[in-house]
């Protein structure tokens, strides 16, 4: 099983749909993150968290909002999507001691 | 602000030769500074780091340098490989702020 496991792996949905991205891991890890990939943009952080009870936004949070219900679970809400969220979604964890981050595989989402 | 640039969107080698990509950050505090490596419809994985207190580490083929003067680091294949074509990503840890940011990717396609 994957360390970093995210759910859907693809998404189609409306624009004003409300939609939730979840992400688990096994790692054992504090820190979570979510990441959006655009081509020629490169990774940008959305949120990030270092335990249950800190979240912290990223570059572009704007449109987003995070859940961190447990230490092994970090889930991203779009309240209300719009077409320029369209975009392939990834999940990270890190441990503090190594900085290394683990990604999920991704989440492909489309807003029609 | 803490930002990573990387101006080159692609590179292009043959088998055996040696790739350079290349990348430029802001940040002036203790970092880690890290390169991932991106496969289509797969996650980014690790490749290689580097403490802002070093100038060299070496893994293998893949040797990362770090040039604190001018803010500026580069990853340094050798000999390249067909397997080695990926999108690569240099990442800042961010310090104190742990905040893991990346830059925009470099395409490398390595010819057989």
């Known amino acids: 099983d994957a360390d970093v496991t995210q759910t859907p792996r693809n998404r189609i949905t409306k624009t004003g749909k409300r939609i939730m991205l979840e992400c688990s891991q096994t790692k054992g890890h504090d820190r979570m993150y979510w990441y959006r990939q655009d081509p020629g943009l490169g990774l940008r952080l959305i949120y990030y968290s270092f335990d249950v009870k800190d979240i912290n936004k990223g570059e572009i949070s704007d449109g987003y909002s995070v859940s961190r219900q447990a230490q092994a679970k970090f889930s991203l809400s779009l309240e209300s999507a719009i077409p320029n969220q369209t975009a392939l979604y990834f999940c990270?964890?890190?441990?503090?001691?190594?900085?290394?981050?683990?990604f999920g595989q991704g989440t492909r989402l489309t807003v029609v | 602000d803490q930002q990573v640039k990387q101006n080159s969107p692609s590179l292009s080698v043959q088998e055996g030769r040696i790739s350079i990509l290349n990348c430029d950050y802001t940040?002036?505090?203790?970092?880690?500074f890290l390169w991932y490596k991106k496969y289509p419809a797969e996650g980014p994985t690790f490749l290689i780091s580097?403490?802002?207190?070093?100038d060299k580490n070496e893994d293998g083929r893949f040797t990362v340098f770090l040039n604190k003067s001018a803010k500026h680091l580069s990853l340094h294949i050798v000999p390249s490989q067909p397997g080695d074509s990926a999108v690569y990503f240099c990442a800042d840890s961010g310090g104190a702020t742990n905040k893991l940011i990346f830059g925009t990717g470099t395409l490398l396609a390595v010819q057989p």
């Open positions: 940040n002036s505090m203790f970092d880690y």
């Open positions: 990270a964890t890190s441990d503090p001691g190594g900085y290394e981050a683990f």
């Open positions: 580097i403490s802002s207190i070093k």
